[in-house]
T-cell receptor
Framework: DTEVTQTPKHLVMGMTNKKSLKCEQH?????MYWYKQKAKKPPELMFV???????INESVPSRFSPECPNSSLLNLHLHALQPEDSALYLC????????????FGQGTRLTVV | GQQVMQIPQYQHVQEGEDFTTYCNSS?????IQWYKQRPGGHPVFLIQ?????EVKKQKRLTFQFGEAKKNSSLHITATQTTDVGTYFC??????????FGEGTQLTVNP
C-alpha cells in the first residue's frame, strides 16, 4: 500500500465553523507533512511531524492546529478561517524526515465562505 | 531564506517536440527532487538527485544536477500528451525543509 488517504476530498465551511482534515498512511512512514497549495502555485509547507512530534511549524496562524494521534494518522483542525485560507490542503508522508521521497495524498479542496 | 527559481513558468509544445525545465537555487542543495502534478491532481514524486553532476534517466525523461549542486534540469524527449502537467523541482538544504520551485506548466498539442 503506497497510498496517502485524505478526507474529505472537498470541504466548504463558514468562517465561524470548526472542521478537521484527516490524513492516513500505512507505509510505516515516520514523517508526515501538511502543505497548502493555491491555484497555479507550488505547495507551501505548513507543518512537519517526525515520530509523532511536531518538528516544524512554518509560522502558521493558530487557526490551523495540527495533531498526530499516532504514526499513521495526521489531522489538521480548522477554526475561524478566513476566505483567503481557501486552497488545496495536501498531506504527505516520507520514510523519515529528510532526504527521502514524499508521497502526497490527493488533497482536500477547502473553500471558506 | 532559501529560494528555488524555476523557468519557464509555462511551456506549450507540439507532440513530439522536446521540453526542458530549469531550476536554480540561491544556496547549495543537499539534494533536489522532481515532482509532476497533473491538472486537478496531486504532486507525484519522479526522482531524487544527490550527487554533484548526477544524471539520471527514466525512459524519455533525463534529470541533471549541476556540479555546484545549485541547479538542475528536467528534459523530456519527444513529448506525448500524457506528459501534460506541472513539473516542480524541490530543493533541500542541509536542514529538513524542502523548498519547491514555482513549477513549469507543460501543455502538449496533439
Amino acid at each position: 500500500d503506497t497510498e496517502v488517504t485524505q478526507t474529505p476530498k472537498h470541504l466548504v465551511m463558514g468562517m465561524t465553523n470548526k472542521k478537521s482534515l484527516k490524513c492516513e498512511q500505512h507505509m510505516g512512514h515516520r514523517a508526515m507533512y501538511w502543505y497548502k497549495q493555491k491555484a497555479k502555485k507550488p505547495p507551501e509547507l505548513m507543518f512537519v511531524y517526525s515520530y509523532e512530534k511536531l518538528s516544524i511549524n512554518e509560522s502558521v496562524p493558530s487557526r490551523f492546529s495540527p495533531e498526530c494521534p499516532n504514526s499513521s494518522l495526521l489531522n489538521l483542525h480548522l477554526h475561524a478561517l478566513q476566505p483567503e485560507d481557501s486552497a488545496l490542503y495536501l498531506c504527505a508522508s516520507s520514510r523519515i524526515q529528510g532526504n527521502t521521497e514524499a508521497f502526497f495524498g490527493q488533497g482536500t479542496r477547502l473553500t471558506v465562505v | 531564506g532559501q529560494q528555488v527559481m524555476q523557468i519557464p513558468q509555462y511551456q506549450h509544445v507540439q507532440e513530439g517536440e522536446d521540453f526542458t525545465t530549469y531550476c536554480n537555487s540561491s544556496t547549495t542543495l543537499s539534494n533536489i527532487q522532481w515532482y509532476k502534478q497533473r491538472p486537478g491532481g496531486h504532486p507525484v514524486f519522479l526522482i531524487q538527485l544527490v550527487k554533484s553532476g548526477e544524471v539520471k534517466k527514466q525512459k524519455r525523461l533525463t534529470f541533471q544536477f549541476g556540479e555546484a549542486k545549485k541547479n538542475s534540469s528536467l528534459h523530456i524527449t519527444a513529448t506525448q500528451t500524457t506528459d501534460v502537467g506541472t513539473y516542480f523541482c524541490a530543493g533541500r538544504t542541509s536542514g529538513s525543509r524542502l523548498t519547491f520551485g514555482e513549477g513549469t506548466q507543460l501543455t502538449v498539442n496533439p
